[in-house]
């Protein structure tokens, strides 16, 4: 199993809509959830950081973690042509924040 | 001019040969890491330095090797380099004291360096 899962799309979503990325993760101590956006032919950027259950909002994008479920997403309200680019889960493992395992990436796209 | 400058940005090399990328940050960081990108595999870890005397494996670390030559310059060796060592290899910094104060986890990556090996 793969510390961390995502689906690797193509996600198509219309403008306006919202768009949901999901997360797997599978060692039970990560304690830091990280998601970055990648546009085609860039390096990743983070967009969100997330630490505790629950739900953390920033602008249109709100991360949600639930750890006994182990999972983390993340939602875009109000799609923009501009989202449209690949998002990284990562996690950050035991012991501090000194390297990230990250996932394979979802791919979305917004339909204008 | 960019945070973290990696170069060559493209190379194209032949099987057996010695190659090296650099990279180097104006950022101040602390801590460095490469990482390697495939299509469907994702970010993967190869090697990470938290200073120039603290070197460390990642995930997939056979077939390559880093010096840490000062703060602000970590390179990646292939000292003979192999088809399936094609990808697109990032350079990234994170600040350890803001790691440790705000837990932001936060890797600022360079623009990338695309690598083909024939």
């Known amino acids: 199993q793969k510390e961390v899962e995502q689906n690797s799309g193509p996600l198509s979503v219309p403008e306006g809509a919202i768009a949901s990325l999901n997360c797997t993760y599978s060692?039970?101590?990560?304690?830091?959830f990280f998601w970055y956006r990648q546009y085609s032919g860039k390096s990743p950027e983070l967009i969100m950081s997330?630490?505790?259950?629950g739900d953390k909002e920033d602008g249109r994008f709100t991360a949600q973690l639930n750890k006994a479920s182990q999972y983390v997403s993340l939602l875009i309200r109000d799609s923009q042509p501009s989202d449209s680019a690949t998002y990284l889960c990562?996690?950050?493992?035991?012991?501090?924040?000194?390297?990230?395992?990250f996932g394979t990436g979802t791919r979305l796209t917004i339909i204008p | 001019d960019a945070d973290v400058t990696q170069t060559p940005r493209n190379r194209i090399t032949k099987t057996g040969k010695r190659i090296m990328l650099e990279c180097s940050q104006t950022k101040g960081h602390d801590r460095m890491y490469w990482y390697r990108q495939d299509p469907g595999l994702g970010l993967r870890l190869i090697y990470y330095?938290?200073?120039?005397?603290?070197?460390n494996k990642g995930e997939i670390s056979d077939g390559y090797s880093v010096s840490r030559q000062a703060q602000a310059k970590f390179s990646l060796s292939l000292e003979s380099a192999i088809p399936n060592q094609t990808a697109l290899y990032f350079c990234a910094t994170s600040d350890f004291q803001r790691l440790a104060e705000t837990n932001t986890g936060e890797l600022f990556f360079g623009e990338g360096s695309r690598l083909t090996v024939l």
């Open positions: 997330i630490y505790s259950n």
């Open positions: 060692d039970r101590g990560s304690q830091s």
């Open positions: 330095s938290f200073d120039v005397k603290d070197i």
């Open positions: 990562a996690i950050s493992v035991p012991f501090g924040n000194e390297k990230l395992t």
